[in-house]
């Protein structure tokens, strides 16, 4: 395993801020955050005409702020545009040596990681970079890259992540979320529990599968903490291992939840430890407070260590 793969797996990706590309001052509050990853953006947040303009200034606090340990990344426009080729070329070439990562919205399928990953070996390899060493993160967000995830998933050895972007699948699929069928002085139609668990679980699994990170899109309101964590603990519970932040008070709740806390960790390991007793002494299950516990449970519970040790809550 190169010295890139190494790095590649144990990314930490629990917290990841938008930071709007035309705005120098965001992109330097970002650059002091807590964010585990933060990605500049030439896309969704950026007017058409500042787009240009707007690269620069990713360019240059990629190369002049202080990162730290960050994921150090920028988000595209989608390969559908004019601006994609570009974007990729000017800001690989102007601060190639201080990216880490490109996210890449839109995408329908692996033709469209395949077109990113051929451009970035070719910039690689004119630069004098190490080659495959820039990750590729992409949004699903297209119903047809819901039906594709699979294949997405693995397309790529720079594919590190897959995103679930809500907001524009909500259109691609030609979902109804507004208020519908209010008559006869009923409440509006709701859907009758979470609408995006099976996109979720979808996406989850088929990045389970490859290897890859499965990340939660944006909750877009950033004045309820609450719904906030309420959106990523069920991500998380189903799997997932970060999500967005569109304000860096988002970031703090995503660091908390998208970790162990100390009561979750020494129940593992007790766990762990209960069942390894138990098969010292000839026996195939423990008693762990109150419940039967066996190899099988261990493997939950090792999940929970393995995670503490990734985020750095143990040794």
């Given at each position: 395993m190169?010295?890139?793969?190494?790095?590649?797996?144990?990314?930490?990706r629990?917290?990841?801020?938008?930071?709007?590309?035309?705005?120098?001052?965001?992109?330097?509050?970002?650059?002091?955050?807590?964010a585990?990853?933060?990605?500049?953006?030439l896309?969704?947040?950026?007017?058409?005409?500042?787009?240009?303009?707007?690269?620069?200034?990713?360019?240059?606090?990629?190369?002049e702020?202080?990162?730290?340990?960050?994921?150090?990344?920028?988000?595209?426009?989608?390969?559908?545009?004019?601006?994609?080729?570009?974007?990729?070329?000017?800001?690989?070439?102007?601060a190639?040596?201080?990216i880490?990562?490109?996210?890449?919205?839109?995408?329908?399928?692996?033709r469209?990681v395949?077109?990113?990953?051929?451009?970035?070996?070719?910039?690689?390899?004119?630069?004098?970079?190490?080659?495959?060493?820039?990750?590729?993160?992409?949004?699903?967000?297209?119903?047809?890259?819901?039906?594709?995830?699979?294949?997405?998933?693995?397309c790529s050895?720079?594919?590190?992540?897959?995103?679930?972007?809500?907001g524009?699948?909500?259109?691609?699929?030609?979902?109804?979320?507004?208020?519908?069928?209010?008559?006869?002085?009923?409440?509006a139609?709701?859907?009758?529990?979470?609408?995006?668990?099976?996109?979720?679980?979808?996406?989850?699994?088929a990045?389970?599968s490859?290897?890859?990170?499965?990340?939660?899109?944006p909750?877009?309101?950033?004045a309820?903490?609450?719904?906030?964590?309420?959106?990523?603990?069920?991500?998380?519970?189903?799997?997932?291992?970060?999500?967005w932040?569109?304000?860096?008070?988002?970031?703090?709740?995503?660091?908390?939840?998208?970790?162990?806390?100390?009561?979750?960790?020494?129940?593992?390991?007790?766990a762990?430890?209960?069942v390894?007793?138990?098969?010292?002494?000839?026996?195939?299950a423990?008693?762990?407070?109150?419940?039967m516990?066996?190899?099988?449970?261990?493997?939950?519970?090792?999940?929970?260590?393995?995670r503490?040790?990734?985020?750095?809550?143990?040794?």
């Amino acid at each position: 395993m190169s010295n890139y793969e190494r790095q590649k797996y144990t990314r930490i990706r629990r917290s990841e801020l938008s930071t709007p590309g035309h705005s120098e001052k965001m992109i330097a509050k970002a650059a002091a955050s807590d964010a585990d990853m933060v990605f500049l953006d030439l896309e969704d947040a950026v007017a058409p005409s500042a787009k240009v303009p707007s690269r620069k200034n990713i360019i240059a606090g990629l190369n002049e702020l202080e990162w730290g340990d960050k994921i150090r990344s920028f988000r595209c426009n989608s390969v559908d545009t004019e601006w994609c080729h570009d974007d990729i070329a000017e800001v690989v070439t102007g601060a190639g040596a201080n990216i880490d990562v490109i996210m890449v919205p839109k995408i329908k399928g692996p033709r469209e990681v395949w077109f990113v990953d051929d451009l970035l070996t070719g910039l690689e390899m004119k630069l004098g970079l190490e080659v495959g060493r820039i990750g590729i993160e992409c949004l699903v967000e297209e119903v047809e890259a819901l039906q594709t995830v699979d294949e997405i998933a693995t397309c790529s050895p720079r594919l590190e992540a897959l995103t679930l972007g809500v907001g524009d699948l909500s259109a691609s699929q030609g979902m109804r979320l507004g208020h519908i069928g209010v008559t006869d002085g009923e409440e509006a139609l709701k859907y009758p529990g979470d609408v995006w668990h099976y996109a979720r679980t979808r996406m989850i699994v088929a990045c389970r599968s490859a290897g890859i990170d499965a990340i939660d899109g944006p909750y877009a309101n950033f004045a309820s903490p609450a719904g906030y964590e309420k959106s990523a603990a069920t991500f998380s519970m189903l799997g997932g291992v970060g999500k967005w932040c569109i304000h860096p008070s988002q970031v703090e709740v995503a660091n908390r939840v998208f970790a162990p806390t100390d009561q979750e960790i020494a129940t593992a390991q007790g766990a762990i430890d209960a069942v390894s007793e138990a098969e010292e002494q000839g026996l195939g299950a423990a008693n762990f407070g109150g419940m039967m516990i066996d190899a099988a449970t261990t493997r939950l519970f090792q999940v929970t260590l393995d995670r503490a040790r990734q985020c750095g809550l143990i040794d």
